[in-house]
């Protein structure tokens, strides 16, 4: 059995920056693709990045610039590095494992103005 679990959520003002975790834990193989998305009060899940097995990336349009997905093999981690954050990135933010269709609990960021 696979979990995930986010971690590194907290509350930062505009402007500043935030790098969440993304552990996997059980029967995985450590380069497997992974996504991370949000979903903000009141609105849809929104794509957010993405990594693949060979370490290619995508990001929403929205978001290029700021945010960078990496991940750290030995460690079966991935990182969602946010920077320059603003009031609108405000979410739950979740990471998937496509293969599985399985997310993590998410973790809140909270951006004041």
């Known amino acids: 059995q696979v979990t995930l679990v986010e971690s590194g959520g907290g509350l930062v003002q505009a402007g500043g920056s935030l790098r969440l975790s993304c552990t996997a834990s059980g029967s995985i193989f450590s380069n497997w693709a992974m996504e991370w998305y949000r979903q903000a009060p009141g609105k849809q899940r929104e794509f957010v990045a993405s990594i693949t097995s060979g370490d290619s990336t995508n990001y929403a349009d929205s978001l290029k610039g700021r945010f960078t997905i990496s991940r750290d093999s030995a460690k079966n981690t991935v990182y969602l590095q946010m920077n320059s954050l603003k009031p609108e990135d405000t979410a739950v933010y979740y990471c998937?494992?496509?293969?599985?269709?399985?997310r993590g609990q998410g973790t809140q960021v909270t951006v004041s103005s």
């Open positions: 998937r494992l496509p293969l599985r269709n399985l």
